[in-house]
């Protein structure tokens, strides 16, 4: 391997507190390197479109304290085309001749390497231009969904969670001077974790994730009847974009939806279900509309039921970076950077427990989600149960 003289830094898919951080990271440690900086923007569009801008670290003092990425970002997939194939053989040579036919653009950017900062399907794109062509790239976990194998935390998913507790903290004050119910729906795609850590947080009263399916019946309606009875005025249900009833509560209590409804839904360009688009809280809220016994219990106990949804949406990703994030970030960047000049190719940088670390890509890319013995599952299940148990006369 060639000395390495210049590096492309990219930043994918959705945006992130803490991807300036990441940017501020590598350039420190470039600077100190003799390593000349390009960024590329909008993410792969900008990598295969050749859209590049200089970075001197000198026009970004503290970049690491502002949110969002000042190289853009985009959900471009190179390899979308491969969706259409059916066949494995067909879908293996297609994947084969772009990440080939992508090796040439570190010619044309004039990079020597690439720092690539995305999420799953944005490093998955690393990975397979990685394994074809045995380019130099290196990767850092970018989502604030936290639901990579490769990492403890990724940065951005700390921000997101205190932004998302702060919202349901906020949401308590209004939902107590109606006497209401609020559905917040907060992002996270098909894992738990963002939902999990902020409705524990803040203290939500009712908690559902995509790890565990619910039934509506007793997950929701009884647990609502059951907390009126002891005197609870109103109530906070923390609800994931993921979450999704079980297939006999699916059948037996919705009145608004199907089996198909969720089936059915519309694709992005990497295949992922757009979850946003089923407006799982606003469902939740038709369909407990439509429950006169759940309106009896509450006007049994001297309150009218009202419901409404509220969609965080993206304002999860907005604002500056926490303390945590920002430093995050920073280290991120600075182990990505030393693993080019060290020319450690097809790995990625890792949080494991205080200490940064490595992981192979296509082992850190996995997904990971919220498992049964998560002493968070258990903290959940105790707020709902617990609270209105101890009120028992």
Known sequence: MGKILKVGILTSGGDCPGLNSVIYGILLKAFDAGVECVGILKGWKGFMENITIPLNIAEYDDLHTIGGTLLYTSRTNPFKDISKLKSEEEKEKLKEKIAKE?????NELGIDALIVIGGDDSLGVALSLYQYSKA?????PKTIDN??????YTFGFWSAVQLASNALDNLTTTARSHQRVFIVEIMGRDAGFLTMYSGISAGAD????????????KDVINILKKRVNKGYKYHIIAC?????????????DFKTISKETIDNLPKDMFGNPKLPVLNISQILVDELNLRDDLKEEFLKNG?????????????MRAGTPTSFDRILGLRFGLAAMKLVLKGDFGKM??????????FPLDEGVKKKYITPDNDKMELRDL???????????
């Open 240 to 252: 994931s974009e993921g979450a999704y009833p079980d297939n006999e509560s699916l059948k037996r």
């Open 147 to 152: 639901d990579l194998v490769g990492t403890h």
């Open 349 to 358: 940088v890792s949080l494991q427990g205080n200490k940064i670390k490595t």
């Open 136 to 140: 130099n790239v290196v990767g850092c």
């Open 102 to 106: 992508m090796i040439s653009k570190f």
């Open 383 to 393: 707020l709902v149960k617990i609270r209105y148990l101890s009120k028992q006369k």
């Open 206 to 217: 009712i908690i559902l994730i995509p790890e565990t399916p619910f039934d509506l019946e």
């Open 303 to 315: 309150v009218d039921f009202e419901c409404r949804s509220v969609v965080l949406g993206h304002t």
